[in-house]
């Protein structure tokens, strides 16, 4: 506990006092946001803000990490390093896009399949490496079972040692471009997606330390809900890099809210849904991502729907413009009520989530 709420803490402090200093340095560098030309009319004002701040969100949560880790003693697990791995892997992708836009000057970075291809890349070794290092117990970080609040008897491996490796390491490559391109999608107004991230990653949170304490392998676990127990590796290490990363999110929404001084960036947005996706790997909680990540889901849900409307009908739209929260804005709503609302249908999916959750091992 003590180690999650130093996690924490640290984070937040570095994202919150040392933004300022990063938005000097990217105004200093021209590493300005460029806003679409068919997007809100209203938005064009935000041109040349401050982006990358994904770059403050990933230090900020090295920084927290590893420092906690110093202060208390505890030892670095490889499933926290999983997670770290996922997130500046993906944000390097990120960069790379962010980096392209600012050169060429336009809004457009990588195409979209070359930033598929970066993050399935990422996800194969991450998926590769989770599949290893066991624990003393013989647990490694991820199974190859699909899992909801805990592993299914569905175990990809009944179909062989190397059809159910190639599933496995799809299935991964899935939840990990799913959720890191529908934190990118729902990244379009000040502080939303910062927001519903900081919503999912405390879940995560609350999730991973519930593990712990109900641990097959911990010593607190009671005779009598033994058999409730979960069989996840480093449980308490997952819940403090989920503290860690909503730390350095709380820190960086004080600069990214209506007025932003700075964005997320692909840098940020990538990041975080790669982190999202690898701590539901981690805890066995993959399918629960539909709830954690429900405002994501509905983002990037309005995006599909739009599209394949629009081709079916040649030319008809559900929406005014997608994702959803422009569509709003264009019904004259103002961006922070927006904003705020959207935050309150990911707080009530998050915490469906959590619920579900706990609902299940109520009634194990």
Not at 130 to 139: C, K, L, R, W
Not at 265 to 291: C, H
Not at 338 to 344: E, G, N, P, S
Not at 349 to 359: N, Q
Request: hydrophobic share 55%.
């Amino acid at each position: 506990m003590v180690a999650l709420l130093t996690a924490a803490a640290l984070s937040m402090a570095f994202s919150l006092f040392l933004t300022p200093v990063f938005v000097k340095l990217f105004r200093k560098l021209q590493w300005g946001q460029f806003i679409r030309d068919d997007g809100p009319k209203s938005h064009h004002a935000k041109r040349g803000t401050a982006t990358m701040g994904g770059i403050v969100i990933i230090l900020a949560t090295l920084f927290g990490f590893f420092t906690a880790m110093i202060i208390t003693g505890d030892a670095i697990s490889v499933s926290a390093l999983l997670v770290l791995f996922m997130m500046v892997g993906l944000g390097i992708v990120g960069f790379i896009d962010d980096f392209t836009k600012t050169r060429k000057q336009r809004s457009l970075g990588l195409t979209g399949w070359a930033k598929v291809f970066g993050q399935v890349v990422v996800a194969v070794i991450f998926g590769i490496l989770a599949i290893n290092f066991p624990s003393a117990e013989g647990v490694t970080p991820a199974s190859t079972a699909i899992s909801v609040t805990r592993d299914l008897p569905l175990n990809l491996m009944i179909l062989g040692p190397v059809i159910g490796v190639v599933l496995y390491l799809l299935w991964t490559s899935f939840l990990v471009t799913a959720t890191s391109n529908a934190v990118n999608v729902t990244d379009g107004l000040d502080g939303l997606a910062t927001g519903a991230s900081i919503l999912a990653f405390g879940s995560y949170v609350v999730i991973g330390f519930w593990q712990y304490n109900q641990s097959c392998f911990g010593a607190s676990i009671a005779d009598e809900v033994a058999y409730k127990c979960y069989e996840v590796r480093d449980p308490l290490a997952l819940a403090i890099v989920a503290a860690a990363i909503a730390g350095a999110l709380v820190g960086f929404l004080w600069w990214n809210t209506s007025p932003a001084s700075i964005f997320l960036g692909d840098t940020g947005s990538l990041a975080l849904g790669g982190a999202i996706a690898a701590l539901a790997i981690l805890t066995r909680t993959e399918l629960l991502l539909v709830l954690i990540g429900g405002l994501f889901v509905i983002e990037t849900g309005s995006v599909i729907v739009q599209r394949g409307y629009f081709k079916l009908t040649h030319g008809k739209r559900i929406f005014r413009m997608s994702p959803i929260h422009h569509h709003f804005e264009l019904k004259g709503w103002a961006e922070v009520t927006v904003v705020v609302r959207f935050w309150i249908v990911g707080g009530l999916l998050a915490a469906a989530g959590v619920g579900t959750f706990y609902l299940e091992w109520i009634l194990r």
